[in-house]
Each structure stands twice: as C-alpha cells, then as structure tokens.
Antibody, heavy 115, light 106 residues
Framework: QVQLQESGPGLVKPSETLSLTCTVS????????WSWIRQSAGRGLEWIGR???????RSHPSLQSRVTISVDTSKNQFSLKLRSVTAADTAVYYC?????????WGQGILVTVSS | DIQMTQSPSSLSASVGDRVTITCRAS??????LAWYQQKPGKAPKVLLF???RLESGVPSRFSGSGSGTVYTLTISSLQPEDFATYYC????????FGQGTKLEIK
C-alpha cells in the first residue's frame, strides 16, 4: 500500500526557509494530487497546499506568498518550502495523498522555529 | 473561505455508548465532508468521506449523515480503541478542518 515519509530539519531559525521532502513508496507518484498539512496547538490542522504530478500547485490563501511546493517524479518525491518563518510556523508537518480528503498520511515531522 | 465549527469540543462517554459529533459549515458544502480519527502521536486517519461513505477497513459502527451546512459523525457502540480526537474537513473549496472533538473515557 502507499506509504509516505517526511524528512528534513527539525529546527529552523526565524526568517529562514523551512524545507521538507515527502517520499512516496508503494505506488507511483504520477497522476495524483499530493498535499502538505500542518498541525499546531494554536492553529489546529491547517492545509498548506497541494501539487499535481504535472507540477500544478495551489496553496492556502494565507500562506501562498511564502509557499513553494514542487514534485520530482523521478524520485517519487514532493517538497515544501516555506519562507520567512516565525515561531507561529512551529508545527508538526504532514504530507498526504489528496483524494479531496487526505489518505494516507505520513507519520509527521515536528519542525520548531527558534534561534 | 468555508469555515468548520465542531461541537462539542470534548465529550466523556463509556464503552458501549452511542455518541454523536456535529460539524457546521459556514456555507453549503454539498456533502463534501470527511471525518478523521487521530490518536496521540499519530497522523489523522480518514473514517468517512462524501459525508456518509465509509473508507475501506473502517468498522461499520462509524456512520455519517447530514447535508447542506450540518453534518454528524455517529459511533453506534463505543469500543476502547475509539477514544481519540475526531476532526471534520470540508473539501468544497480550500480545505478546512474543524477544531476537533476529544472523546474521553468517562
């Protein structure tokens, strides 16, 4: 079955760029939508954005000025970059396959923004 | 944006109880609603989609109903493994999640 795994730094300094990668296994990343979602105590579950395997993307309106999502079909991976982070961006970040709803999800990675 | 409001925010119940959680959308979402279960330290897991369709492998004690702006998740007979936090999510527009309902053992 499809499995997803997030990877990247667990600590990012304020004003820098958060970069995460999601590796998909058990199925091809092609012809599907793939999303990033984050969860924090203050903001709950928040959809960040999605990418289609053609490279088409869409992001949450409140984040779109800072978000870049890309896909690498040769590596069966997709990635998130969030620029100019602040403490408010501290959260567990999940990647997920989007079928309108989200399933399955990766296990999540805690990213802390702190100097 | 279509916001989602869940109630109650927390709920205490016993094994065998029937429980219902409600999700209200700020506008008609045309059954574009999913329900998730999340246990501590784990990612959310989808239970139902399209308001009432059970995801493969999910026990039939979980059911969903509703239309327009009001939707409910019902667990017909609580089992010990059902104590968790539940979230709704609309996908009619930009995806938004409800704030969650924590289901605790009484």
């Amino acid at each position: 079955q499809v499995q997803l795994q997030e990877s990247g730094p667990g600590l990012v300094k304020p004003s820098e760029t958060l970069s995460l990668t999601c590796t998909v296994s058990g199925a091809s990343i092609s012809s599907s939508y793939w999303s990033w979602i984050r969860q924090s105590a203050g903001r709950g579950l928040e959809w960040i954005g999605r990418v289609y395997t053609s490279g088409t993307t869409r992001s949450h309106p409140s984040l779109q000025s800072r978000v870049t999502i890309s896909v690498d079909t040769s590596k069966n991976q997709f990635s998130l970059k969030l620029r100019s982070v602040t403490a408010a961006d501290t959260a567990v970040y999940y990647c997920a396959k989007e079928r309108n709803f989200f399933a399955p999800w990766g296990q999540g990675i805690l990213v802390t923004v702190s100097s | 944006d279509i916001q989602m409001t869940q109630s109650p925010s927390s709920l205490s119940a016993s094994v065998g109880d029937r429980v219902t959680i409600t999700c209200r959308a700020s506008q008609d979402i045309g059954n574009s609603l999913a329900w998730y279960q999340q246990k501590p330290g784990k990612a959310p897991k989808v239970l139902l989609f399209a308001a009432s369709r059970l995801e493969s492998g999910v026990p039939s004690r979980f059911s969903g109903s509703g239309s327009g702006t009001v939707y409910t998740l019902t667990i017909s007979s609580l089992q010990p493994e059902d104590f968790a936090t539940y979230y709704c999510q609309q996908y009619h527009g930009t995806p938004f999640f409800g704030q969650g309902t924590k289901l605790e053992i009484k």
